[in-house]
């Protein structure tokens, strides 16, 4: 299986930066796509940030221009710089993954535990 273990999250001023990190360890054949979503009290979980294998990203709308993804593939890794932070950007973020544990294993979702960020004067 892959696990998903994301840091960075906190409290911050608007106006202010946080960076997320995720890690994916385990057993990896192939990760195909990594991303972000957030879920904020009450609302459903809805998509931040994806980006393939190939490197593609795609973005919300809300957050382009503002938050940035990134990945290492050779590492498993993924990051989300956050910018110019809104309190509406409050939420648990988690960490996904679309992978193969192993070569001839099914392709699956797996998800992090997630990481709270509040954004707060």
């Known amino acids: 299986q892959v696990q998903l273990t994301e840091s960075g999250g906190g409290l911050v001023q608007p106006g202010g930066s946080l960076r997320l990190h995720c890690a994916a360890s385990?057993?990896?054949?192939?990760?195909?796509?990594m991303g972000w979503y957030r879920q904020a009290p009450g609302k459903q979980r809805e998509l931040v940030a994806t980006?393939?294998?190939?490197?593609?990203?795609n973005y919300a709308d809300s957050v382009k221009g503002r938050f940035t993804a990134a990945r290492h593939n050779a590492e498993h890794t993924l990051t989300l710089q956050m910018d110019i932070l809104k309190p509406e950007d409050t939420a648990i973020y988690y960490c996904?993954?679309?992978?193969?544990?192993?070569?001839?294993?099914?392709?699956?979702?797996?998800w992090g535990q997630g990481t709270q960020v509040t954004v707060a004067s």
């Open positions: 980006v393939s294998i190939r490197g593609n990203t």
């Open positions: 996904s993954a679309v992978a193969q544990a192993t070569w001839h294993g099914e392709v699956q979702t797996f």
């Open positions: 385990g057993s990896i054949f192939r990760i195909e796509t």
